[in-house]
Nanobody, 125 residues
Framework: QVQLIESGGGLVQPGGSLRLSCAAS????????MGWFRQAPGKEREFTAS????????QYADFVKGRFTISRDNAQNTVYLQINTLKTEDTAVYYC??????????????????WGQGTQVTISS
């Protein structure tokens, strides 16, 4: 059974940083694209970042603007999302995704086969 388990969320003050982790199990993800989506209260789920199997190619949503960095450790089957200079509008549930199916753009939620349960990130003073 495939599992993507996120961790690292929490309550952070504006301007702070967080590193989210996604541990994959049940199959090998080292040869799969991985990524992150987020869903803010009352809004649709939106693409945040993706990373190629080797880690050399990253894609980001426009709103990231240099504050987010996606990375991976294939030996640990883990993907990370480093978020700096956090803003209140970053408050959302962050979801890890695995195995890009193709057909749709990576920014489409339909394009991803596996989803984690999500980790809550709340930015508040």
């Amino acid at each position: 059974q495939v599992q993507l388990i996120e961790s690292g969320g929490g309550l952070v003050q504006p301007g702070g940083s967080l590193r989210l982790s996604c541990a994959a199990s049940g199959r090998t993800f080292s040869n799969k694209n991985m990524g992150w989506f987020r869903q803010a209260p009352g809004k649709e789920r939106e693409f945040t970042a993706s990373i190629s199997p080797s880690g050399r190619i990253q894609q980001y949503a426009d709103f990231v603007k240099g504050r987010f960095t996606i990375s991976r450790d294939n030996a640990q089957n883990t993907v990370y999302l480093q978020i700096n200079t956090l803003k209140t509008e970053d408050t959302a549930v962050y979801y890890c995704v695995g195995r890009y199916r193709g057909g749709d753009s990576k920014s489409s939620s339909r394009a991803w086969e596996y989803w984690g349960q999500g980790t809550q990130v709340t930015i508040s003073s």
